[in-house]
């Protein structure tokens, strides 16, 4: 029982860590260039990952 709640926490460890990279390096980042450059970085991110993350 203990193996699975460690592979748990560690999941959920790892899905916070992406969320908080995106919401704090990756749209900053993108929101100060200028329309087009952001869309087609949004585009390079959004299949690296739906790839990644298929759901």
Do not use: C
């Not at 959920?12 to 260039?33: C, D, K, M, W, Y």
Request: hydrophobic share 55%.
């Amino acid at each position: 029982m203990i193996p699975v709640i460690l592979a748990l926490l560690l999941n959920s460890a790892l899905l916070t860590g992406n969320e908080f990279a995106v919401a704090a390096f990756i749209h900053p980042s993108l929101s100060r260039q200028d329309h087009r450059a952001n869309l087609s970085a949004i585009q390079r991110f959004a299949q690296l990952y739906g790839g990644v993350m298929p759901l």
